[in-house]
């Protein structure tokens, strides 16, 4: 069954904690992405990967720090500058071709106290 | 990518067409419309997209405006399951395929 994980659906850490979240895709995609969103608001743009071994930054990348060694894996680590963790974290993927939907795994919650 | 305003919230009867509208003033020529939706604490869903044409697709019908300034989204069978943030997004068709998502509306379809 093709699409994207991420694990855990939820996830709690102490604060000062650096935490990694995961996202793996099987759809052979190019693009990879992820977003926080925070209660009631809509999708922030965190990092985004176009190719393997290159990442670029979006809106809210303080705080954060990504990895693309493999085409179909992306993790996303939270680390310790990061201000206000606390959120819900979505993985997305797309092709990069002339008509890129991007297909969004179940998202990991985080809480970090 | 340009910026879209929707409203906040609407309302809608089982059975009913929901029209969910979407303004996007400053939409470039290159730029095409995108509708995602959110059900709650899932990973946002594609629904359809298009440049200047009306679409249609499984799931629903996108109509843009001849000026391209707004569009609107059409469930014509609205169920209680479509209940969801529906988002409206304009972008560039390139292989960055990054998005703004704004707040979206949240669309309520009641019995």
């Known amino acids: 069954d093709g699409g994207i994980t991420q694990s855990p659906k939820y996830l709690f850490r102490k604060e000062g904690q650096n935490v990694t979240l995961s996202c793996e895709q099987n759809?052979?995609?190019?693009?990879m992405y992820w977003y926080r969103q925070d209660p009631g608001q809509g999708l922030r743009l965190i990092y985004y990967?176009?190719?393997?071994?290159?990442?670029q930054k979006g809106d809210i990348a303080e705080g954060y720090s990504v990895s693309r060694e493999k085409k179909e894996s992306f993790p996303l680590t939270v680390t310790s500058a990061q201000k206000n963790p606390t959120a819900f974290y979505l993985c997305?993927?797309?092709?990069?071709?002339?008509?890129?939907?991007?297909?969004f795994g179940p998202g990991t919650r985080l809480t970090v106290t | 990518d340009a910026k879209t305003t929707q409203p906040t919230s609407m309302d809608c009867a089982e059975g009913r067409a929901a029209n969910l509208p979407c303004n996007h003033s400053?939409?470039?020529?290159?730029?095409?419309v995108y509708w995602y939706r959110q059900i709650h604490s899932q990973g946002p869903q594609y629904i359809i997209h298009?440049?200047?044409n009306n679409e249609t697709n499984e799931m629903a019908s996108l109509i843009i405006t001849e000026d391209r300034k707004s569009s609107t989204l059409i469930l014509p069978h609205a169920t209680l399951r479509d209940t969801a943030v529906y988002y409206c997004?304009?972008?560039?068709?390139?292989?960055?395929?990054?998005?703004?998502f704004g707040d979206g509306t949240t669309l309520t379809v009641k019995p």
């Open positions: 997305a993927s797309s092709t990069g071709s002339l008509h890129p939907r991007q297909y």
């Open positions: 759809l052979n995609h190019d693009a």
């Open positions: 990967s176009q190719i393997v071994n290159d990442f």
């Open positions: 400053t939409i470039s020529g290159n730029e095409y």
């Open positions: 298009g440049l200047k």
């Open positions: 997004i304009v972008r560039v068709n390139t292989n960055a395929g990054k998005s703004t």
